[in-house]
């Protein structure tokens, strides 16, 4: 079946570009983000792999550990990264999973047969310090995903996961929050001394309490 939010993420030992990894003990207490690409030596791919070795600073900053994984063997995974250095002008900074054997795409069901018989989708899987799933996105082969987006998600579930709010669409660290509705008047007062602005009942906004 495949994985929810609030399961456990599988663990797994596999080769990876920079060894072999213990997914668990890589994540330490630390977040992680797991994502899974199609081929290596594909044009997407090698843009996604490339920009988010220029971005691993934003990772490192929210306490994210990074893990990418593609169905290729760990020698065309070496020869692969020379490319996306390259021509991404960047060097890869974060290891890449060789699963050849389906290992962890079947665990993590990151191949979806009707997509494609043997190359894995687009997955993500933000796992929390808990190791319990937060996010899944799935994007199709043909659809590199927006790394600014899954680093505002992180910004979300790391605040909300410590105060009680929620963030409303679109978003942004630093834009005003919302009041969980489980939270009363009071203890709202007591929570977030800059104040609510109330609307409805259930729609309350505050400032973003961490900052
Ligand atoms: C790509 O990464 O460019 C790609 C991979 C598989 C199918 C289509 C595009």
């Given at each position: 079946m495949a994985l929810r939010l609030g399961d456990e993420a599988p663990n797994f030992t596999i080769e990876t570009t920079e060894g072999t990894i213990n997914f668990h003990e890589y994540l330490g207490n630390s977040w992680g983000i797991l994502f899974s690409h199609p081929k290596d030596y594909t044009p997407v791919c090698?843009?996604?792999?490339?920009?988010?070795?220029?971005?691993?600073?934003e990772?490192?900053?929210?306490?994210v550990k990074i893990l990418a994984l593609s169905v290729d063997p760990l020698e065309s995974h070496k020869g692969w990264t020379k490319d996306i250095n390259e021509t991404q002008n960047t060097t890869v900074n974060y290891p890449i999973i060789a699963d050849p054997?389906?290992?962890?795409s079947?665990?993590?069901d990151?191949?979806?047969?009707?997509?494609n018989e043997t190359f894995t989708v687009r997955s993500v899987f933000i796992v929390g310090p808990d190791k319990k799933i937060k996010l899944t996105l799935t994007y199709p082969a043909s659809t590199g995903r927006n790394?600014?987006?899954?680093?505002?998600?992180?910004?979300?579930?790391?605040?909300?996961?410590?105060y009680s709010v929620a963030t409303p669409a679109n978003w942004n660290y630093g834009e005003d929050c919302i009041v969980v509705p489980a939270l009363s008047d009071d203890d709202a007062n007591k929570k977030f001394p800059k104040g609510f602005r109330?609307?409805?009942?259930?729609?309350?906004?505050?400032?973003?309490?961490?900052?």
């Open positions: 090698t843009t996604e792999l490339g920009y988010v070795s220029k971005i691993k600073n990772f490192d900053k929210r306490n054997e389906r290992k962890v079947n665990l993590y990151m191949i979806h047969p009707n997509a790394f600014q987006e899954i680093l505002r998600v992180i910004d979300s579930l790391q605040l909300t996961s410590s109330k609307i409805k009942p259930y729609l309350r906004y505050t400032a973003q309490p961490n900052i």
